[in-house]
C-alpha cells in the first residue's frame, strides 16, 4: 500500500479535464490515496452560452485537446453542444451529481464522470438534461430517490462545500485552472504536470511509490 496522498481538482464539462481522463484514472487506479474535488468552474458568473462566442472558442480548444491526448470529441457534441443556439456550458449538476457519489470514493466519483463525459463529448447530451445525469446516477449504482436530489437545495449546498475547498486548495499553492493534481504527501503541497504523462498515462503511478 503506498503512503502516497493526492488531492483532484477538476470539473466534468473541462475538456482539459477530460483529456486527462486516462492519466487520472492511472492515478486513481493505483494504490496511493486520491481525492477528488469537482471545482464548479462553470456556473453563476461563469456559466457560458455557446452562441456568444464561446462555442466557437471550445471548439479551436477541443482539437487541441483531441490532438494532444486522443480523446475523441465528436461531431454529435459540436453540432448539438458547441453550435447550439441555446445551450449553456453549467457543470452546477454534475457538480451535484459528483457530491452524491463523493463519499464512495475516488474511484466511483471518477467513473461517474466518464459516464457524464461520455454523454456530452460522444453522445452530444446537453448539460441541462437533467434526465441524463439522473440515469447515470442510477448507473453507477445511487439509488433513484437519492439520485432525483438534483437540483434541490440541499445538494447544491454539499456540492458548493466541495467546490469551495478546491477553490481554497487552489489559491493555497498558486494552482491555476483544471485539472490540477496535488501531490500531498508532505507538508508542502506540490502540483503535478498531467500534461507529461497524455502519452503514457499509466506512468504517473511512478509517483505513488
Not at 469537482?38 to 456559466?47: C, I, K, T, V
Not at 471550445?58 to 465528436?74: M, N, W, Y
Not at 453542444?81 to 470514493?105: C, F, M, P, W
Not at 449546498?157 to 483544471?178: E, F, H, M, N, P
Request: glycine share 6%; hydrophobic share 45%.
Amino acid at each position: 500500500m503506498s503512503n502516497k496522498s493526492f488531492v483532484v481538482i477538476y470539473d466534468t464539462y473541462c475538456g482539459w479535464c477530460y483529456g486527462a481522463a486516462p492519466v487520472l484514472d492511472a492515478l486513481v487506479s493505483s494504490d496511493a490515496k486520491v481525492e477528488l474535488l469537482h471545482r464548479q468552474l462553470f456556473s453563476g458568473p461563469n456559466a457560458h452560452r455557446m452562441a456568444d462566442g464561446f462555442g466557437k472558442q471550445a471548439e479551436r480548444v477541443d482539437a487541441h485537446i483531441e490532438e494532444l491526448t486522443g480523446q475523441p470529441f465528436s461531431q454529435a457534441y459540436v453540432e448539438n453542444i458547441l453550435r447550439s443556439k441555446s445551450e449553456v456550458l453549467n457543470s452546477e449538476l454534475t457538480a451535484q451529481a459528483a457530491a452524491l457519489v463523493h463519499d464512495k470514493g475516488a474511484a466511483a466519483e471518477l467513473k461517474l464522470a466518464a459516464w457524464l463525459q461520455k454523454l456530452r463529448y460522444v453522445d452530444g447530451v446537453s448539460a441541462a438534461d437533467r434526465p441524463a445525469l439522473v440515469k447515470a446516477l442510477v448507473a453507477e449504482g445511487v439509488a433513484e430517490a437519492e439520485a432525483e436530489q438534483l437540483g434541490t437545495a440541499r445538494l447544491k449546498a454539499k456540492a458548493d462545500a466541495v467546490s469551495a475547498r478546491a477553490v481554497t486548495l487552489s489559491a493555497q499553492y498558486g494552482a491555476q485552472g483544471v485539472p490540477t493534481v496535488l501531490d500531498i504527501s508532505t507538508g508542502d503541497a506540490q502540483i503535478i504536470d498531467v500534461s507529461r504523462y497524455y502519452d503514457a498515462p499509466a506512468q504517473i503511478r511512478a509517483l505513488t511509490a
